[in-house]
Nanobody
Framework: QVQLVESGGGLGQPGGSLRLSCVAS????????MGWFRQAPGKERELVSA????????GYADYVKGRFTISRDNAKNTVYLQMNSLKPEETAVYYC???????????????????WGQGTQVTVSS
């Protein structure tokens, strides 16, 4: 059973940067597409970015394009989310998730992801 553990959240300044990491247990990490989601209080959980199994394909929500970068290191069982030019409205709990269905790229819906981390709080405030 794969388990995901996020880290790297905390307090970020508006316009600043944070880097999130998500480490997966087990030996099959390279078999999964991975995604980063976020959920603000009172709002739906939304897909921020996703990456294919070997990292050759990535996708971003429109509101983070050009500012966030997803990457993965399969040798370290880790997926990253580099977040730049942070905005206060991006305050949320950020989750990583695994899409274990074999696909050409990655799942586009939260319902495509079947393993979730516990989340890490990101607060953007001065």
């Amino acid at each position: 059973q794969v388990q995901l553990v996020e880290s790297g959240g905390g307090l970020g300044q508006p316009g600043g940067s944070l880097r999130l990491s998500c480490v997966a247990s087990g030996r099959t990490f390279s078999s999964y597409a991975m995604g980063w989601f976020r959920q603000a209080p009172g709002k739906e959980r939304e897909l921020v970015s996703a990456i294919s199994r070997n990292g050759d394909r990535t996708g971003y929500a429109d509101y983070v394009k050009g500012r966030f970068t997803i990457s993965r290191d399969n040798a370290k069982n880790t997926v990253y989310l580099q977040m730049n030019s942070l905005k206060p409205e991006e305050t949320a709990v950020y989750y990583c998730a695994a899409d274990r269905t074999v696909r050409a790229r990655y799942g586009s819906s939260r319902y495509d992801y079947d393993v979730w981390g516990q989340g890490t709080q990101v607060t953007v405030s001065s």
